[in-house]
């Protein structure tokens, strides 16, 4: 089972970032699909949600209408566009796949929004 997360970097208070992560090992279209985000210091906390046929999705308050989860299912990708970022988004995210006790995480992608 792998999951690798991409796409991370450092960028302006304002800009924008899309974090991808690709999925292998694992029925990918049967799981629910996270990101999560850990800042230094920091508890790991749920960014992101969406169900496995791509339908529903959820956030956390500090990124609702800013952030948007998506999935392929074909590609056995899931995304994360992120807009307006603030410096409060600076964290290592990590993408996160759950189907029952299953749970698999990735290695984590460093996103710094700092001027």
């Known amino acids: 089972v792998q999951l690798v997360e991409s796409g991370g970097g450092l960028v302006q208070p304002g800009a924008s970032l899309r974090l991808s992560c690709a999925a292998s090992g694992f029925t990918f279209s049967s799981y629910t699909m996270s990101w999560y985000r850990q800042a230094p210091g920091k508890e790991r906390e749920l960014v992101a949600v969406?169900?496995?046929?791509?339908?529903?999705?959820n956030y956390a308050d500090s990124t609702k209408g800013r952030f948007t989860i998506s999935r392929d299912n074909a590609k056995n990708t899931v995304y994360l566009q992120m807009n307006s970022l603030k410096p409060e988004d600076t964290a290592v995210y990590y993408c996160?796949?759950?189907?029952?006790?299953?749970?698999?995480w990735g290695q984590g992608t460093q996103v710094t929004v700092s001027s």
């Open positions: 996160h796949a759950q189907r029952g006790w299953a749970r698999y």
């Open positions: 969406i169900d496995s046929p791509g339908d529903i999705t």
